[in-house]
């Protein structure tokens, strides 16, 4: 199951592998207990059978041997534990006891099954003055385990609840930590929710740590970018309901002037007037649109692989009456394909304002030369004409949007350049502005060259 909580997944980061390091400790706490119990029960059983072996003696020439009582109340508990003990002469003979306990090493102690029930038994070595053969005796202690048992469970229980309490204490501390850690994103978050921001100003969020500094500049300058986009929609809003402020006066004038007038011919003349501007217009709404799509995340980002050799020839082919018209020697100079990675609508686009704009400003009987070649990693696009051109001072406004030449006699929306320099932007080229070897203006666009 995924947690969604970050304070929950930290906690769980900090617990669990505590309760596994508990666990663990609790298996070696069993262990130790055991070893303990074990000790302990060993070192009783050895101190019965020295205490039972010390009153072994010699009595009239005889060998007897007494039972001392305090040698098997020292196994009483309270766990109701049985006792059985055996002393045997070096010969094997049984002097007290029970004669069919087993018999332990004199080094230790095993633990064995008699009459059903499990056993420790140790076993020791005595020897007894005036005894001859008979020495030395071997005494034999062994004992239930039930208080064996009962003190491993009293051990390990205790261990248990030690571990358990000190997972439980870990446990809050690390909660307590983490709402105080955590704090500074609580804040975080309530300052970017707070209904009395009406903006996107920068966030500040007093005694942010070091971890958490990071998120917070990366929020301020995302809100930065919002902020200028919104800033340049407003910008393009405004200057776009300025240009169409214009045109739309004019389309109603010459409406109206062609509805007053009676007489066919001035009639026709209003409204070839009226068609002309419209198409004005219409080319205006039509730039404006492509300058919408051309900014950054204003449409999904495409990557065609385009030939901007074959697109040249495309937008030269239906400009060619254009050119024609107006006597304009309209030529493509290429070495052969020049594919690149873009979005393939724009990319057309940029060449139809490129080679618009330069129709548009060279006088009848000029040339426009639109030039496609491979240069080292680019693929590099010239377009060459014969018009005024653009002052130097003037080269880098003119991307601008809506930005107009002082003194133009052309009419032009001022959106060809910028819609272009957009197109190139995205397509991670750039774009050059010079002047040509007999005059007029050279606008280069280096784009990268697709891979084979």
């Known amino acids: ?36 119990a074990d000790l302990v029960t060993d070192r009783m059983l050895v101190g019965s059978a020295r205490a039972i072996a010390e009153q072994v003696a010699m009595t009239d020439g005889v060998l007897t041997a007494t039972i001392p009582p305090a040698a098997i109340e020292m196994f009483d508990t309270g766990d ?3 006792v059985y003990y055996q002393v045997k002469t070096a010969g094997g003979r ?60 009293r051990l390990w229980f205790s261990a248990f609840a030690q571990q358990l309490a000190l997972v439980a204490i870990a446990g809050v501390f ?80 010459q409406a109206s002037y062609a509805l007053r007038e009676s007489a066919a011919d001035q009639r026709k003349e209003a409204l070839v ?30 990557a065609d692989r385009i030939d901007l050799t074959e697109a040249a020839r495309q937008v030269l082919e239906t400009h060619a009456p254009q050119a024609i018209e107006r006597h304009i020697d309209l030529g493509l100079d290429e070495t052969g394909p020049a594919p690149v990675i873009g979005d393939g609508t724009m990319l057309r686009e940029m060449i139809v304002n490129l080679v ?32 005024p051109g653009i002052p130097a001072k003037e080269r880098e406004q003119v991307f601008e949007r809506f930005y107009r030449i002082a003194g133009a006699t052309e009419e032009g929306s001022g959106l060809g350049l910028a819609i272009v320099r957009e197109v190139v932007e995205n397509a991670g080229g750039r774009i050059t502005l010079g002047d040509g070897a007999a005059g007029g203006l050279v606008v280069e666009v280096r784009l990268p060259l697709a891979k084979s």
Request: net charge positive.
């Open 80 to 82: 109701r534990d049985s």
């Open 273 to 302: 007037a009226l068609q002309a501007s419209s198409g004005r217009l219409a080319r205006l709404a039509e730039q404006l649109l492509t300058l919408s799509r051309a900014e950054p995340g204003s449409r999904r980002p495409r």
């Open 174 to 253: 690390a909660l307590l930590g983490l709402r105080r850690g955590l704090a500074p994103l609580i804040r975080l978050r309530d300052a970017v929710r707070s209904p009395d921001r009406s903006d996107l100003d920068p966030v500040e969020v007093p005694g942010a740590q070091s971890e958490i500094r990071p998120l917070i500049d990366a929020l301020n300058a995302y809100m930065e970018r919002v902020r200028a986009q919104m800033a340049a929609q407003r910008r393009f809003i405004a200057n776009a309901a300025h240009q169409l402020r214009t045109p739309l006066a004019l389309l109603s004038t």
């Open 356 to 387: 618009d704009n330069a129709l548009r400003y060279t006088p009848a009987g000029g040339t426009v030369t639109v030039k496609l070649a491979a240069i080292d990693r680019d693929c590099v696009l010239t377009v060459t004409d014969t018009g």
């Open 1 to 36: 199951m995924k947690i969604s909580s970050l304070r929950l997944q930290l906690l769980a980061w900090v617990v669990l592998p505590l309760a596994a390091l508990a666990t663990v400790n609790l298996w070696t706490s069993h262990r130790n207990a055991l070893a303990t």
């Open 94 to 153: 049984l002097l007290t006891g029970y004669p069919d306990l087993p018999e332990a090493l004199q080094s230790g102690s095993i633990e064995a099954s008699y009459r059903d029930r499990r056993l420790r038994l140790a076993t020791l070595g005595h020897a007894v003055i005036g005894a001859g053969s008979d020495s030395p005796i071997t005494v034999t202690v062994g004992v239930t385990l039930a208080g064996h048992d009962a003190m491993v469970k």
